[in-house]
């Protein structure tokens, strides 16, 4: 078995080294210091051992982001315990089965999550506590009770005189096999499954985010948290490295709405920004593609002495939007609209596309924007090896295979799934379809479970037709689905665009019609759209913003 560095052991020492920095703040709210997490995960695991819980027991956490989450997750690993975080977005139903099927003996739920769920629904649970002050919302055990009624002076009696880094001592995982969390997600296929992540992952991953950013990076270093911290792509890289490395996480703690993280983008200036393609998108059609579409600026971007200047001149001002500051944008999650991309790249905008999966905690590809080649998701992360399930790599897709040290041990209580998922030589078969350039670049074709059959057995991927179809007039998002073996659009307009513009229901099916004959024009016969069907509402999405596909095929 191959021996990996401790992961705690990395926590307990940022801890130490950075006792006096400011580690942890709520948006427009209080800020916690390295010390002041140390003396709270201090008396969570007071509280953890008074009221029974072992080494190996789950504990579940659901909630917004917020300081005190991140505290709650760090103590449960650095106690010896089982994390299970819940993305929040999830119904309540979803939260009970998930507490129950991960056998959690603890539950930290946030202010919302709070209001939504039912204790009768998770019968197994000895306690549910408040995430915001961590007093007990339910106690189904006396000792519970009791640790919690009695935790500052258990606290006042194990440390007499002061708390000290000193005092900083965790429980160091034997192995990197061992077990740290089961993060569950609903992916696309409406079920979610239990993924067990070894600590030998969140140290890979961490790892890899001080190789390819460590020396960029400095300790003080401002970033965001905007994704999900239950989602494997947010707590990595959004949370754990910045934590281990001494920088400075911003939560914001409420919907993150385009106004909202434009605001925290100027009052905070973060160093890199990670994100889901959908908000990136927002940010540059909204704020910055109404100030160069005109005929102006066109003539300036294409006279070659002239539009060097001015490409430049965009680059800082859409810089400026993301608070001026930034080494790079880092997108994952979901595929990035091409037209999107290839702007970003024509004014040398300093992004680049990632690729993982929760299954690999999440790494799998990455490469720093400097060398990073317009439309793939970079090659093999460090520590990582992908091949392509193909004859020939290069043009013919195959599925994406990826194996190393982020791997997941498998599915939690799921053998059958794992068996599909995780080949016997160790290699995760991803369900992705992609190719590989001869330098190791790597192409994303699409799902291979999302591809369609054409007429006479042509391999149709709905994601590239979304694609041309996503940068079209009026077009906010849309899918591509096979119905009697003819391919129909489903679209959700810009219906604030339309206010503006006065269209009427008559205007938009007009505009889309257009569309529609438009995006035949780019694609063969046997790809051509039929219809398009307008929808009044916005798809229901993942939590990482994909559309949940199987609720519209």
């Keep these: 078995m191959e021996t ?34 140390a003396r709270k995960i201090e008396k969570l695991h007071i509280l953890f051992e008074n009221c029974g819980v072992e080494k190996g027991d789950k ?14 997750f760090i103590a449960t690993l650095t106690y010896g315990a089982v994390a299970v975080p819940i993305l929040h977005e999830f119904m309540a139903e979803q939260i009970h089965n998930i507490v129950n099927h991960s056998d959690a003996k603890l539950l930290f739920v946030g202010d919302h999550v709070a209001t939504q769920i039912d204790p009768m629904q998770m019968p197994n649970l000895e306690g549910i506590i408040n995430n915001p002050d961590y007093s007990l919302m339910v106690s189904r055990t006396d000792k519970l009770t009791y640790a919690r009624e009695h935790l500052n002076e258990l606290y006042g009696k194990k440390f007499p ?40 992952a969140l140290w890979s991953n961490y790892d890899f985010a001080d190789h390819v950013l460590g020396k960029i990076i400095g300790r003080s270093d ?34 993150p709405s385009p106004a909202i993280i434009a605001q925290a983008f100027a009052d905070i200036k973060p160093k890199i920004i990670i994100a889901v393609p959908l908000v990136i998108e927002k940010i540059i059609r909204k704020k910055v593609f109404p100030k160069i579409q005109n005929n102006r600026m066109r003539l300036l971007l294409a006279m070659p002495v002239i539009s060097k200047k001015v490409r430049e001149t965009i680059c800082k001002e859409v810089v400026k939007a993301f608070g001026g500051e930034l080494y790079e944008v880092i997108i994952g999650g979901a595929a990035f609209n091409q037209e999107v991309e290839a702007f970003l790249k024509r004014i040398e905008f300093p992004y680049t ?16 924007w400097h060398t990073f080649v317009q439309g793939s998701c970079g090659q093999e992360a460090y520590h990582m090896k992908v091949k392509i399930n193909s004859t020939n790599p ?11 040290p982020n791997v997941m041990l498998g599915y939690y209580k799921n053998e059958e799934a794992t068996r599909e998922t995780l080949d016997k030589d160790g290699w995760y078969h991803t369900g992705d379809l992609g190719t590989m350039d001869y330098d190791g670049n790597v192409f994303i074709n699409g799902r291979s479970k999302n591809m369609l059959l054409g007429p006479s057995g042509q391999n149709i991927y709905p994601e590239e037709i979304e694609d ?23 679209v959700y307009p810009d219906y604030d665009e339309a206010q503006n513009m006065r ?42 913003r994909s559309i949940k596909r199987y609720l519209y095929t």
Aim: charged content about 25%; overall charge negative; proline content about 3%.
């Design 4 to 37: 990996y560095p401790s992961f705690n052991k990395l926590i307990e020492q940022s801890i130490i080294n950075n006792w006096d920095l400011d580690a942890l703040t709520d948006y427009k709210g209080a800020t916690l210091q390295f010390h002041d997490v």
């Design 222 to 255: 401002r970033i965001i948290s905007i994704l999900p911290m239950a989602h494997m792509y947010g707590m990595a890289f959004e949370f754990i490295f910045e934590f281990i490395h001494g920088c400075h996480v911003y939560y914001l703690n409420r919907i």
């Design 468 to 490: 041309k179809l996503n940068s079209m007039t009026m077009v906010v998002e849309s899918i591509v689905v096979q119905r009697d073996n003819k391919l129909v659009g489903l």
């Design 353 to 368: 596309v990632g690729y993982g999966a929760t299954e690999c905690a999440p790494i799998i590809c990455y490469r720093d």
């Design 161 to 200: 005189k002061y708390f000290r880094k000193e005092h900083v001592h965790y429980y160091l995982e034997e192995n990197g096999d061992e077990l740290a969390l089961i993060n569950y997600t609903s992916g696309t296929t409406g079920f979610s499954k239990g993924v067990m992540i070894p600590y030998r």
């Design 394 to 404: 290069a043009e013919i897709p195959g599925e994406i295979l990826a194996k190393g």
């Design 59 to 72: 504990i579940a956490l659901c909630g917004r982001n917020s300081s005190q989450w991140a505290v709650a």
């Design 503 to 544: 269209f009427n229901d008559d205007d938009i099916r007009n505009i889309m019609e257009q569309n529609r004959n438009q995006l035949n024009e780019m694609l063969p016969a046997y790809e051509k759209i039929t219809e398009i069907e307008i929808r009044k509402t916005e798809f229901e999405k993942t939590p990482k």
